[in-house]
Every structure is written in C-alpha cells, then in structure tokens.
C-alpha cells in the first residue's frame, strides 16, 4: 500500500551497492519507489522482493545513463511526475584509472557523462519539479576524494568535488523554495565497486547498510554535507569556514604585491 504523505523516491544505481541499500531502506520506510539502472533481471528482482516484503509500488526504469534519449526519459519523469519527492542521484562509475597521462581517455570521457553530465541533467530536472511544488529533497553521492588530492584516479576524484560544489551551490538556490539538498560522501563502502577490496584493511571499508543509515539519518537532520565517517561534529563545519575566511580577502582589483604587478587599475 502507498504512503502518500512520503511519495514517491526515485533512485539512480539501484541495481546493486549504495543504491539497491536506498531502496530497502526507502521502501521500508513507506516510500513508493522508481528504480532506475542498466540491469534489468537485477532491477526486476529488487523490485519484486521490496514490493512482497513491505507492499509499496515499486516501478523499475531500464536506462542507459550515458545515453541522451534514455536520460531524457528519466528527466522528464523527474520533472513531470508530482508524486516524486526524493531523489537519490547515486549512480556512478569509477572508470579510466591510472597516470591520467596513458589514460583511456573515452572512458574518462564515458565517466564524465554518467558522474557529471548525467548527475547535472537530473539534478536539474529534480530541481525544476521540486521548486513548482515547493517540496522534495535532492540526495547527490560525492565522495570522501572530493577532499583529497587523487593522484591515478584525478578525474574520478574531480568529479567527486564536483558533486560537492553543485550541491553547496544548488542549496543556496534551492533551500528559499523548499526544497532540500544533500551531498553524501562516502569513503571505500563494500560494493561492487571496490569488488572485492583487496589490498584495503578491512577497518577502513565501511558495510554498505551502515552507509545508507547513517546518510539518511543525516539526510533527517538536514545536514547538506553528510561524511558517514566523520566522527567530530564540526571537523567539514570548520573546512568550509576556513574556506570562506580564505575568500573574504580575495575579491580585489589589483594583483597581491608579491607579484611585482603594477597594477594599471586606477
Ligand atoms: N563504493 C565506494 O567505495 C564508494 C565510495 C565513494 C562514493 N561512491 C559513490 O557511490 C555511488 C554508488 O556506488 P556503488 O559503490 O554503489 O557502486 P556500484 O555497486 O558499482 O553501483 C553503481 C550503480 O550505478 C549504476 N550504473 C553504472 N553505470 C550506469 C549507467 N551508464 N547507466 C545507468 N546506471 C549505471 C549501476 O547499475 P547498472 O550496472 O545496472 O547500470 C549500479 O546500480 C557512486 O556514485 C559512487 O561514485 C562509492
């Protein structure tokens, strides 16, 4: 049976991992669900268990995210279908690892469709549904690398900071229209994406249930910036501050004096 104050979630990657978490937990919380990824026997069987198990809807979408015509159907569900108020952009691939000097560079560009250019279209059209009824919730997977430097897997990690710099800025533009926003950064959760985690200690994977509980939990508190790992409530509170000390000084007409620039500003 439908819950029809919680709606609808829709959820990219819910074939396997992170995504496939979402929808236990989602379902079992009394959303409907649109389960959305390639494999369609692995969608079909979620769909068909989480739909036994706790009575809701669960719809399943087979969709290529790199590929325009596919994305466009998930886009237009986003923004046309009023039922929908969450969404999990989750999936994502980590693609083209290596010096990026000998990288195969059609994977790192086949990356870039699904991590950036995929996660902006749908974010956007999200975005246009939830504003007009002023109502939903936006979830985006970052990752732990947006903050690190990634040597061997640069662009992966940049598109991981991307998703964290779209989600502070959608917050600014989105939270006056009602609508909320979050980016989850995992580190090494145990998915198919890490296969089997060899060559990771063990204490640093975390179990891939922990990580979706903990990110809704974070996601019920509000939190914009949800780091499942971190143990001190303020330690992202206090990176974003430095940040925003660092910035208050550097919107200037002249170059620093360290330069050596005359400036011809008048
Ligand atoms: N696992 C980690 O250690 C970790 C750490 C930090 C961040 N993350 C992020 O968390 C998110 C989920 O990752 P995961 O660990 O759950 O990985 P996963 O188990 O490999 O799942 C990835 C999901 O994305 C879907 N997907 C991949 N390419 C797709 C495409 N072209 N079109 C449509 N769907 C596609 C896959 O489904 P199909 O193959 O069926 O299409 C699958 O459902 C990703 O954004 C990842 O970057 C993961």
Redesign the pocket.
């Known amino acids: 049976m439908s819950n029809p104050s919680l709606g609808t979630a829709l959820i990219?990657?819910?074939?396997?991992?992170?995504?496939?978490v979402y929808a236990d937990r989602l379902a079992k919380r009394g959303y409907d669900l649109i389960l959305?990824?390639?494999?369609v026997e692995?969608?079909t069987a979620l769909a068909t268990r989480l739909s036994t198990e706790t009575g809701r809807k669960v719809e399943t979408i087979s969709?290529?995210?790199?590929n325009a015509a596919?994305r466009k159907v998930v886009e237009a569900r986003l923004r046309d279908d009023a039922a929908i108020t969450l969404f999990v952009n989750?999936?994502?691939?980590?693609l083209g690892g290596g010096p990026l000097a000998q990288a195969n560079v059609d994977e790192l560009e086949?990356m870039l469709d699904?991590?950036v250019t995929?996660l902006t279209r749908l974010a956007a059209a999200a975005a246009a549904g939830f504003a007009q009824r002023k109502r939903g919730i936006i979830v985006n997977?970052?990752?732990?690398?947006a903050l690190l430097d990634t040597p061997q897997t640069a662009a992966?990690g940049a598109t991981?900071a991307y998703v964290l710099s779209f989600t502070h800025s959608l917050d600014l533009e989105l939270a006056p229209q009602g609508v909320q926003v979050q980016a989850v950064?995992?580190?090494?959760?145990?998915?198919?994406?890490?296969g089997n985690g060899a060559g990771i200690p063990d204490e640093q994977i975390m179990e891939?249930e922990d990580l979706v509980d903990a990110a809704l939990a974070g996601m019920d508190n509000k939190e914009l910036v949800t780091i499942p790992a971190q143990h001190g409530d303020s330690d992202y509170a206090r990176v974003v501050e430095a940040r925003t000390k660092l910035l208050s000084g550097l919107v200037a007409n002249r170059p620093a004096s360290r330069y050596g620039v005359t400036s011809i500003a008048a």
């Open positions: 990219t990657g819910a074939s396997s991992g992170i995504g496939e959305v990824a390639r494999n692995r969608l969709a290529e995210l790199g596919d989750n999936a994502g691939v980590i086949t699904i991590n995929a997977l970052s990752s732990l690398l992966y991981k950064l995992p580190g090494y959760t145990r998915t198919p994406m890490i891939v």
